[in-house]
């Protein structure tokens, strides 16, 4: 599976970004999909999943309320947009996709089996 994520960029605080995922490789509809992000300086953590029918998603705490993930099976694309941007939020964010073999955590990055390559994402005060 080969995964683009594009979409990232600088905005100021309380603006709103739309990241996407493109898929491509394998049947889409059969992965579980995940957004993750690395601050500057600190370890990869999760941000949000979505189920493989989009039925159910689930979030982190710091991105609830503000953060939508979403996917387009038709499209093989998954997305997130990003609303009430924060200072915070800066850095490089990953989709990710698993749930195709072996154990699987919708919240740890080492059960996801294919990743993108990262797109930045800075928010200015």
């Known amino acids: 599976v080969q995964l683009q994520a594009s979409g990232g960029g600088s905005v100021q605080a309380g603006g709103s970004l739309r990241l996407s995922c493109a898929a491509s490789?394998?049947?889409?509809?059969?992965?579980?999909m995940g957004w993750f992000r690395q601050p500057p300086g600190k370890e990869r953590e999760f941000v949000a999943n979505?189920?493989?029918?989009?039925?159910?998603?689930y979030y982190a705490d710091s991105v609830k309320g503000r953060f939508t993930i979403s996917r387009d099976n038709a499209k093989s694309t998954a997305y997130l947009q990003m609303n009430s941007l924060k200072p915070e939020d800066t850095a490089v964010y990953y989709c990710?996709?698993?749930?195709?073999?072996?154990?699987?955590?919708?919240?740890?990055?080492?059960?996801?089996?294919?990743w993108g390559q990262g797109t930045q994402v800075t928010v200015s005060s």
């Open positions: 990710a996709a698993g749930g195709d073999g072996g154990a699987f955590s919708r919240t740890r990055p080492s059960t996801y089996n294919y």
């Open positions: 490789g394998r049947t889409f509809s059969s992965l579980s």
């Open positions: 979505i189920n493989r029918a989009g039925s159910s998603t």
